[in-house]
């Protein structure tokens, strides 16, 4: 008998390509991908089905789906949620809490995958050049996300520690971006007006949405266990990515911050001041112990990953686009939503 794959979050962007091409392995006999939203792309091969993150219905899906394996890439709000991002958040913690209650109580699962963010290195320090895996942050994160990442994190962890015999993978993302993909940062570069924070140009690394779907799908078939970083090669000022876009900016004093979380309230500006301060940390990855335990590497560079989100944002009017780098096929792809 195949393996029985369960895999969060399929209403976003990577949750939902993840559970399709887990669906396509021949060594897989079932996908059920879960959300509180339903999926806004086909599943292909796979199943959906809907979880109430305050219900202890995702605990019971674990359980009655006879999932061996736990591919826990987010959790979204239900659509009449209201609280924007915070709610998100907050239901992603408590989600993470009810899916973990049920990876525990279930003799069936042996492998758990869960996303987390190379955000949780906070600041990285002129000193440091790369972020490793085994680095101890100086500083708790500044940000939201950044908290409810490392809190993410330090439950997986419970986890593993009482259930010794599950083999876990953590996997830290830098920023995901590509042609289809829609998040806070891609939302950000396409503001007519972006506000930056005066002193800081960092340095910012992606991972191509390809080689994030790839990156878990390798790891969910895989039986390597810790915490590993994924990332495109190489690195782009910040300053560069805006002149790239052509966006005007405007640099504020961080202390300002709060005056542009009151516009944000508003509905004035689509930019929290918590994402803002993500974007104050300079920190570049080192995934080296990806390529070593997977035997791969994302195919696309940082600098690659971003042309690539250029050419379709920014360039769509041209008749011939960018390939992909070292000979891939272009695969195009849907538009899935945050």
């Known amino acids: 008998m195949g393996r029985v794959v369960l895999v969060t979050g399929v209403s976003r962007d990577l949750g939902g390509r993840v559970a399709e091409a887990v669906a396509a392995e021949p060594g897989v006999d079932r ?8 999926p806004r792309h086909p599943l292909g091969g796979a199943e959906y089905v809907s979880a109430d993150l305050h219900g202890g219905s995702l605990a019971q899906t674990v359980a009655d789906s006879g999932a061996d394996t736990v591919l826990h890439l987010g959790l979204t709000p239900s659509g009449g949620s209201s609280g924007g991002r915070a709610a998100a958040d907050n239901g992603n913690i408590l989600g993470t809490m009810q899916l973990l209650d049920g990876c525990q109580r279930s003799a069936a699962v042996s492998r758990l995958v869960v996303r ?3 955000a949780v290195y906070g600041e990285s320090g002129r000193e440091q050049a790369l972020c490793t895996e085994e680095r101890e942050a100086r500083s708790l994160p500044r940000s939201a ?5 490392a809190e993410v994190e330090e439950h997986t962890g419970a986890l593993a520690r009482r259930r010794p015999e599950v083999s876990v993978a953590v996997l830290r993302f830098a920023s995901f971006i590509g042609p289809s993909i829609d998040t806070p940062l891609t939302r950000y570069f396409g503001l007519r007006l972006v506000p930056t924070v005066r002193g800081y140009d960092p340095n910012m690394q992606f991972i191509h949405e390809d080689d994030g779907v790839e990156a878990v799908r390798r790891m969910a078939l895989s039986g390597s266990d810790g915490v590993f970083n994924v990332a495109g090669s190489g690195s782009l000022p910040l300053s560069q990515c805006l002149r790239r876009v052509g966006r005007r900016r ?18 004035k500006l689509d930019y929290s001041p918590d994402q803002l301060r993500l974007l104050c940390s300079d920190r570049v990855v080192d995934f080296s112990k990806l390529e070593r335990e997977l035997g791969w590497s994302p195919a696309y560079s940082s600098q690659e990953a971003f042309e690539a989100y250029l050419n379709e944002r920014f360039d769509g009017h041209r008749e011939h686009r960018a390939a992909p780098p070292r000979g ?8 899935l939503g945050a």
Request: no cysteine.
């Open 31 to 38: 996908v059920v991908g879960v959300d509180a939203a339903p």
């Open 116 to 118: 987390s963010s190379a």
């Open 145 to 149: 996300y950044a908290h409810n990442a």
């Open 250 to 267: 405007f640099a504020m004093p961080e202390r300002g911050l709060r005056m542009l979380g009151g516009i944000a309230r508003r509905g």
């Open 328 to 335: 891939r096929p272009h695969r195009p792809r849907a538009a």
